[in-house]
Structures are given as structure tokens and as C-alpha cells.
């Protein structure tokens, strides 16, 4: 069966597939193919604007700062212990008591309030500002190991041309000029970086097995990290210009009180405190404590006007959300954090989509974790900090509480789910910024101290002290039982 036109014929529509990018009856922009790899199509200079952009929105926009930051706070939290999940029980003690009580605080060569976790916070920033963190394991003077953050403009090529590497430790490796980056001409790897000192030169290069390179991958082939906003930068540009321009004229109609319409053009010189006004003939300005009388000559009789202020109206503020609802969807982060439905199913969705963006993030900030453990371990090992072991590598890391809207309910849920076996008390005790070991240790101290107590004022006073006035885990908390004895069946002679 053929689809006929009005003239009883074959309709026909001149060939144009459905592929074509003008089907808009040849109204619609055509643009250039863009079949190529993610580097060619987002060249040097254009991440680097987009990274400019969005560094230069953290600075000045709410919407766009306070969604990276949330998300870092909800992904590292106060937690990041590490966790031991080898079967070398000695080894593993003593290895999270040197960076528990060590190295943590004093990871980062800059000292000051860097530490291992304000670190992870950062490095999520970064890659979402950014789009990547770059992160070297070095050493002080005398050896003692160190981390630290390479901002992303610090790797690039610095001057150094695209091509071979025709001597050195990297000869015959490719030195790509728009990553900054040379690649093992074998496998494609990276090699090392080029670092590049505050002017933008070419400084050194730091050999990958030294630079832990982080950032969320959106094609198979890419090599540099984008900011997370990519795709809303000029959205979230055009809010601040829009909001400049809506700032200046409320300043303007706020410094407006009256418009008074005369045949003068001007105030009545019969008026208490007259003072000549500016342009009197034209448009008059008398000016007040706060504000300013506008006079304008009518052609007869006289009125007066008060200023009353529309702006800004509802087709600003239905601009203004379609361009954050743009953003939030477009990095996965729900819309109620910014601005509430009031709805209890929708919020629960909402933090639902939360939940998985965070556990994305941690994800990735559980490689940082791990790869500065494991680097760090392995110079404590090799200089008798920390005794050696074959299972030393096997590490995981506390997790902040889950984003939610009830705290009790989530808490009675957890609950019944360790009754059920479904998790475990390592990760709920995780969640509260402590270890699972050091729990038991703490509960066993107070357990201990009040049981000590309870003998001691027993002995002190001469009278018998019931140990569930010291505690009681129900309301009705039960006396202990005494036990009988089993009866047992007399045998026959």
C-alpha cells in the first residue's frame, strides 16, 4: 500500500531522509560533522575556556558552587578511616595505627589544614570545577612521603612542540601537544606530564607511575577531564547577566518615590524648603533622603504618581528555573536540594538521585583513597615503619551517612536490614566516622567501667546494685532469669 498525494500519485517528498539536519524545511543551521575523536571536537583552547567559565562561575554563582560543594560534602563527610581487609590481622593494625595516627595529618606537602580528608573533599571539587585532579606522590628532603595537587592548568604542553620525543627517558614516545601529555608509542598509556610553572612554561615531566590522573570519562577516547557543568555554562553565565541587569533596575525604580505632573514642569516655589531644581522645564529631579521626585510638565491640571514595582516578573523567574533545572539535570543533582517541591514522594526520589550521584562520586575518590594508602605503605614497609606483609595492598575506606530526608526512618531501616543480615555493623559503624575494631574497643571499655563501678559501690555501701540501673537498652528492661535445672528421668534398676 502506497501513501497517495491529493492528485491520486505516490506521495513523494524529495528524497530528504530522516537523518538530514535540516528538516526544518532548510531553516535550521546546519552544522560541520563532528564524527571524530573527543579531542578534536573539544580542542585545547575550547577546554580550556569552558575550564576558565566554569572556574570563573565558582567564584560568582550560587546555583553552581553550591551544587559541587554539596556534593563533596555528602561524598567525604567525616569519615575516610581506613579499613583493613587483608587476612594479615598484626600487619593491618599497625598499618592503620601509622596512618591513622601519622601520615593522615600530615599527607600534603603544603601542611597547614591540609590532611587526608580535606584533601578528597578537594579533589571532588576539582573535578567537578575543573573536570580533573591531578595528584603526585613525592617525598620531603629526607624521603618521608608526601601528596600533592596539581591543579589542572599546571599539566600542559608549556611551548613544547607536538611529535616524537627524540631523546631521553621518553624517546620515541609520542608528546601529544594538547594534553600535555606523552603516551608510551607501544600501548597509548600515559608516560608522564609535563608540568608547567605559574607563567605557563614548561618546567619538568613527572613520570605517571608518580600522578594519579582523576576525572569522569564520558567518551572511551578521552584523555583531559570537562567541568561538570559543560553543557550549562552560557545558561548559568546568562543567569548573572540577567541578574545584574534586573539588580540595576530595582536600584533604579528603589531610588524613585513620586512623578508629579504640572503645568510647571517643576515644584511650586510656594513650597516649604524649596530648592530649584535640576532641568526644571523638562523632566525635573528633586532629590531625597533615599530616593527622588520626578517632576514632568503636563499640559494642564496636575497629577501624581507613585512608582510601584512589577520587576522582576514571572517570565524572569520562569527564565531563572529553566536554566538551574537545565543545569541539575545535566549533572545528575536534584533540583529540591536548590529548591523544595514540598512533596514527601518526590523529595524521596530526588534524594534517591542524590544517593547514586554521591556513591558515583566516592567511587572515584575510593581510587585517590586507595592509591595514597598503598604508595604511602610502601615506603613505611620499606623503611621498617611498618612491618612487611604479602596481604598489605587490601584496604577500603569509611563512608559518610547516606543522604536522607528522615533520619529515623533511615536509621530503622539500617536496622532492620543488619537483623537480617543484609549488611553489616563495619558499615553502619562507618557511617558514624569511626572503625569497626575501635568500636568494639570503646564498647568494651565502658562495659568493663561500669561493671568495675558496679562492684566498687557494691563493696563501698554493702548493698547489691541491679546492673540494669546502669543500662538499659528497653523501657521495660527484664531481670535476668535464673536458671533451673533440667529434670531428668530416672532409669530403671
Known amino acids: 500500500m502506497a501513501i497517495l498525494n491529493q492528485y491520486g500519485q505516490p506521495a513523494s517528498y524529495g528524497g530528504r531522509p530522516a537523518r538530514s539536519a535540516n528538516l526544518g524545511g532548510g531553516n535550521r543551521p546546519s552544522e560541520p560533522w563532528n564524527i571524530r575523536d573527543v579531542g578534536k571536537a573539544v580542542p585545547k583552547m575550547d577546554r580550556r575556556m569552558m575550564v576558565s567559565a566554569s572556574k570563573s562561575l565558582y567564584l560568582n554563582s550560587p546555583i553552581l558552587k553550591g551544587a559541587i560543594d554539596q556534593k563533596a560534602m555528602y561524598a567525604v563527610g567525616n569519615a575516610w578511616l581506613p579499613v583493613y581487609k587483608g587476612s594479615d590481622k598484626a600487619y593491618g593494625d599497625a598499618a592503620k595505627s601509622w596512618l591513622t595516627g601519622e601520615w593522615y595529618e600530615i599527607c600534603n606537602i603544603v ?21 580533573e585532579i591531578f595528584e603526585y606522590f613525592t617525598a ?73 590522573h582523576t576525572f569522569e570519562k564520558a567518551w572511551p577516547e578521552q584523555r583531559r577531564g570537562l ?10 553565565r546568562d543567569i548573572l547577566q540577567s541578574e545584574e541587569w534586573e539588580r540595576m533596575n530595582l536600584l533604579s525604580m528603589s531610588s524613585l518615590n513620586y512623578t508629579i505632573h504640572n503645568e510647571s514642569g517643576g515644584p511650586d516655589m510656594d513650597e516649604p524648603d524649596y530648592v530649584a531644581p535640576e532641568g526644571c522645564g523638562d523632566i525635573a529631579i528633586k532629590y531625597l533622603a533615599g530616593g527622588q521626585i520626578m517632576y514632568a510638565k503636563a499640559g494642564s491640571g496636575e497629577k501624581l504618581e507613585q512608582h510601584q514595582n512589577f520587576r522582576p516578573g514571572n517570565p524572569w523567574h520562569e527564565f531563572y528555573d529553566m536554566q538551574v533545572r537545565q543545569a541539575m539535570v545535566e549533572i545528575n543533582w536534584p533540583m529540591s536540594l536548590w529548591k523544595p517541591s514540598g512533596q514527601g514522594t518526590a523529595e524521596r526520589s530526588q534524594i534517591g538521585l542524590a544517593c547514586r550521584s554521591v556513591e558515583d562520586r566516592q567511587s572515584m575518590l575510593t581510587k585517590i583513597a586507595k592509591w595514597r594508602v598503598v604508595k604511602s605503605l610502601a615506603w613505611a614497609m620499606g623503611n621498617g615503619r611498618v612491618k612487611k606483609s604479602s596481604d598489605w595492598w587490601n ?37 558514624e ?61
Open 111 to 131: 601542611g597547614d589544614s591540609s590532611d587526608f580528608v580535606s584533601d578528597l573533599y578537594l579533589a571532588s571539587v576539582a573535578m567537578d570545577r575543573d573536570g
Open 140 to 212: 620531603t628532603p629526607n624521603g618521608y612521603p608526601q601528596i600533592q595537587i596539581i591543579p589542572s592548568h599546571r599539566i600542559d604542553a608549556g611551548g613544547l612542540p607536538e611529535g616524537k620525543i627524540e631523546k631521553g627517558l621518553y624517546s620515541g614516545d609520542r608528546f601529544v601537544h594538547e594534553d600535555g601529555i606523552i603516551y608510551w608509542k607501544d600501548t597509548g598509556k600515559p608516560a608522564a606530564y609535563s608540568f608547567v610553572d605559574a607563567n605557563g612554561q614548561h618546567e619538568k615531566f613527572i613520570d605517571a607511575a608518580f600522578i594519579k
Open 227 to 236: 567541568p561538570l557543568f559543560w553543557a550549562s555554562l552560557n545558561g548559568l
Open 395 to 431: 584496604w577500603s575506606f569509611t563512608k559518610p551517612p547516606k543522604l536522607t530526608i528522615d533520619d529515623g526512618r533511615t536509621s530503622k531501616e539500617r536496622l532492620e536490614k543488619f537483623k537480617a543480615g543484609i549488611i553489616n555493623q563495619t558499615s553502619m559503624i562507618g557511617e
Open 433 to 493: 566516622g569511626n572503625s569497626f575494631d575501635e568500636n568494639l574497643i570503646e564498647r568494651g571499655e565502658e562495659i568493663a567501667a561500669r561493671e568495675m563501678n558496679r562492684l566498687e559501690m557494691e563493696k563501698k555501701y554493702g548493698i547489691e546494685i541491679d546492673p540494669r540501673y546502669y543500662l538499659m537498652l528497653t523501657p521495660n528492661e527484664m531481670a535476668p532469669k535464673e536458671e533451673t535445672p533440667a529434670t531428668t528421668q530416672n532409669e530403671p534398676d
